[in-house]
């Protein structure tokens, strides 16, 4: 990314560091936009991540966030997934994905082609649901195999209601300026803005 946009600002860095440590974090000062998309909940300490991130938002800065939908009995379900891939001997692990791929499929096929022929059945467009498959599952900048690793293979996993995560950001002074949330699994998109005259 800095050699594609980056290459000639001197004010660009790149550093490696832990959302847990807040010495490092420290270190880094604070910042107009402070982005996190998708991290926190991969670190088994999601809330305390949360909180060294809106330490680093400058007053009237921003905080953009996305983190895992609580879907209840399903995150439970995906948990306990990701749990048996860890336990699991390095060798048995790409079967375990080809095989929870396959349930995924079977399962979103199922459900696609009950909604074409309801579809058909009162004289719609059958098309959409394949169509609407079709754009949910737009490649996220990996190959399709490396994409189910990362998911079905995941860990720490943490989720949270939105309005678990804006009371949270919002008892730390700030206020919520954009709010997407998710239906499935996916991540509840959140924009946060530091109104908060001190600095943290």
């Known amino acids: 990314m800095k050699r594609r946009y980056g290459h000639d600002n001197d004010r660009w860095r790149v550093v490696s560091g ?44 921003i905080l953009v966030l996305a983190i895992y939908n609580d879907q209840l009995y399903i ?11 860890r336990q699991l001997p390095g060798l048995v692990r790409p079967l375990y994905i080809f095989a929870i791929g396959c349930a995924v499929f079977a399962k979103r096929l199922a459900v ?23 754009a949910e599952t737009q490649t996220r900048g990996m190959h399709g195999w490396y994409d189910l690793i990362d998911w079905v293979g995941g860990w720490p996993f943490e989720v949270a209601r ?22 499935g699994h996916g991540c509840n998109e959140f924009v946060f803005k530091n109104n908060d005259p001190e600095e943290k």
């Open 112 to 134: 696609t082609s009950i909604a074409s022929l309801l579809r058909l059945l009162t004289f719609r467009n059958p098309f959409v649901p394949l169509l609407n498959w079709r």
């Open 162 to 183: 939105p309005e678990v995560v804006f009371r949270f950001v919002r008892d730390r002074g700030f206020t919520l300026q954009e709010l997407t949330t998710s239906v």
């Open 18 to 61: 832990s959302l847990l440590d807040r010495t490092f974090l420290e270190t880094a000062g604070q910042f107009d936009i402070v982005y996190c998309w998708g991290v926190a909940h991969h670190t088994g300490y999601m809330w305390t991540a949360i909180d060294n991130l809106v330490h680093r938002v400058k007053p009237g800065g």
């Open 75 to 85: 995150s439970r379900a995906w948990r306990r997934v990701k749990q048996i891939y």
